[in-house]
């Protein structure tokens, strides 16, 4: 693989429903095969009737305090205030209150619209707004928090309304717009059997609603804990930004993202994070790493069919140690069949990498990936880690 293709081999989903294509081509250029699957939709209420009851309430009564949250929501809010033929109007109810915005998205709409931001967090997270809040007071205030996407329990942001009522505030929502599941799910349940199955090797989510989505599909149908165990162990969850990681890690889910909240520095990250995170397994003179959908042999991209590559996982899964025909058996697609089956796929696999010395026989007892003196000690009968 060259330096300027550090992806090649590895396989990214990407969760996103807005600018995702834009995003594929900076993975792709980098040798990234890449699986999209939008994890939800924005639904704008431009018609919303409470929408448009809160925005005639802050026109009316204009609150001390107003928090924008999304750069989109923000725009969106003024939009349909245009088309009601309140912009001005709100535009100046806006313009009397204390303006927040919790990144450079939001501050960036509110700029466009001839306003001003009094303050924003360095993190760009609603916590350190909320903190920034509760430290000067909100006992009696009026303050207008414009939401984004819909309330479940995998997302943080909801309480924040809450948190600023029990310390006293009076609080407006204001429902710019909603997300809700893609209308076919029928992408993001491959997306989630892959993920499940470690077929890719990273899983990339750009809002929390995004993560939210997913993890509620997953609940439904069964695979929540599958993914959860899949983005702890050998599939990496790459989020843009704090915000977004927040649901992954309450469930303990580790995830890494860049230093700046932005879909560049999120591609640049996976670029200079995934190839640092391969296995590299040294077995019969050969380095072999195995991805999510390939294996890369001394540096070289190797596209194994399903049965080769449920047996190249299986063996890698605990380098050194002495597989059974019967394990490997039931690990391949189907499961079916007798152990005829698993010499046959052995003897492909073997041909697919291109390295026979690396998958050795243990006669009578099944498989094993030929590891190089040094990397390992042997112990009675099979290898372990040293």
Not at 114 to 125: C, K, T, Y
Not at 176 to 203: C, F, H, K, N, Q
Not at 314 to 336: C, F, H, Q, Y
Request: with cysteine.
């Amino acid at each position: 693989m060259s330096d300027d293709m550090p992806l090649a081999g590895f396989t990214v989903g990407i969760t996103a429903s807005r600018r995702a294509e834009e995003f594929a081509t900076l993975l792709t250029r980098r040798g990234a095969d890449v699986v999209h699957a939008p994890a939800i939709r924005i639904i704008p209420l431009a018609d919303d009737r409470e929408l448009e009851r809160v925005t005639q309430q802050i026109i009316s009564d204009p609150p001390e305090v107003v928090v924008a949250t999304t750069g989109i929501g923000f725009r969106g809010w003024l939009e349909a205030a245009d088309g009601w033929g309140e912009a001005e109007n709100l535009g100046s109810a806006l313009g009397s209150a204390r303006l927040l915005a919790r990144g450079p998205k939001a501050k960036g709409a509110i700029r466009a619209a001839d306003l001003r931001e009094e303050w924003s967090p360095a993190s760009e997270s609603s916590a350190e707004v909320l903190e920034h809040l509760l430290a000067e007071g909100v006992s009696g205030k009026r303050i207008a928090v414009q939401l984004h996407g819909a309330t479940t329990e995998w997302e943080p942001i909801p309480d924040f309304c809450q948190v600023l009522r029990d310390a006293g505030a009076e609080v407006i929502a204001v429902p710019v717009y909603r997300w809700e599941p893609p209308e076919d799910p029928t992408l993001l349940d491959r997306m989630i059997d892959a993920i499940a199955s470690a077929g890719i090797d990273a899983v990339s989510f750009t809002s929390a609603p995004a993560v939210a989505s997913m993890l509620m599909r997953a609940d439904k149908t069964g695979d929540l804990g599958d993914i959860l165990d899949a983005m702890r162990g050998p599939v990496a969850a790459m989020c843009v930004g704090p915000v977004t990681s927040a649901p992954l890690e309450a469930l303990n889910v580790p995830t890494t993202a860049p230093a700046r909240a932005r879909l560049g520095a999120l591609a640049r990250h996976i670029v200079d994070e995934l190839p640092q995170r391969a296995n590299k397994i040294q077995a019969g003179e050969h380095e072999i790493s195995i991805r999510g959908g390939c294996v890369v042999v001394d540096g070289e991209v190797k596209q194994l069919p399903p049965a080769a590559m449920s047996l190249i996982r299986t063996l890698g899964a605990s380098p050194g140690r002495v597989v059974s025909r019967d394990e490997l058996l039931a690990s391949l697609p189907g499961g079916g069949g007798d152990t005829h089956a698993v010499e046959t796929a052995v003897a492909r696999l073997r041909a697919c990498l291109g390295a026979p010395k690396a998958v050795q026989t243990v006669v009578k007892r099944g498989y094993r990936l030929a590891l190089d003196p040094g990397d390992y000690v042997q112990n009675p009968g099979d290898y372990a880690t040293r």
